[in-house]
């Protein structure tokens, strides 16, 4: 049984451009969650996606996206890259019932230079 | 709103001994779920241990225990024979039960196992 796994593993990107990263859930899940964790910090809650729409968003702007697939896999398209967006990107995946507890992929470290 | 706690940023036990990490939570809700997630080296957010804040009997994962003290809005982990493989960031997280809510995390104790 596969986990969760992400792609890429790192990513170094320039400010100004655009990165999509990628996730494909556990099997049997259908809910994936997105965070970005600075270096020495707890994950950051981006947002979930559902049903092919995003459910719940934390704090970020308009510049962070997503999209769910039919399949539940998902990306996570971050426009006009900071280099405060330098991170880890962790991608979770549950089952939508109650409690279930969320499990993570391996992460895609970004770099902007 | 919600917020985790945990006050020891960094601990260091000797192998094979027992560590407790603390964690503490400030929530209104009397519904909600508790974890315990691992972080090693290699960055993979791995599960440790969950917690209903309905069911009064500690859960237990193998070596992996948690003291959860509902009333004092308290769920520290205990570690018991502990080897070098547990060195790792350690985090606590909390969520409503309601499915729309999302995980809360705290800050995280590094924690270290010398050989």
């Known amino acids: 049984d596969a986990g969760v796994t992400q792609s890429p593993t790192h990513l170094i990107k320039t400010r100004g451009q655009q990165v999509t990263l990628r996730c494909s859930p556990k099997s049997g899940h259908d809910t994936v969650s997105w965070y970005q964790q600075a270096l020495g910090q707890g994950p950051q809650f981006i947002f979930q996606y559902y049903e092919e729409e995003e459910r719940q968003r934390g704090n970020f702007p308009d510049r962070f996206s997503g999209h769910q697939f039919p399949n539940y896999s998902s990306e996570l398209n971050v426009n006009a890259l900071l280099l405060g967006d330098s991170a880890l990107y962790l991608c979770?995946?549950?089952?939508?019932?109650?409690?279930?507890?969320?499990?993570f992929g391996p992460g895609t470290r970004l770099l902007v230079l | 709103a919600q917020t985790v706690t945990q006050s020891q940023p960094e601990m260091s036990v000797q192998e094979a001994e027992t560590v407790t990490l603390s964690c503490t939570y400030d929530t209104s809700e009397n519904n909600y779920y508790l974890f315990w997630y691992k972080q090693p080296p290699s960055r993979q957010m791995i599960l440790v241990i969950r917690q209903e804040a309905y069911k009064q009997q500690n859960a237990t994962e193998n070596r992996f225990s948690v003291n959860f003290q509902k009333a004092a809005k308290s769920f520290s982990l205990k570690i018991s024979d502990s080897q070098l493989g547990d060195t790792a960031m350690y985090f606590c997280?909390?969520?409503?039960?309601?499915?729309?809510?999302?995980?809360?995390w705290g800050a995280g104790t590094k924690l270290i196992i010398k050989p």
């Open positions: 979770a995946s549950s089952l939508r019932t109650r409690g279930r507890p969320q499990y």
């Open positions: 997280a909390f969520k409503h039960a309601d499915s729309n809510y999302q995980l809360i």
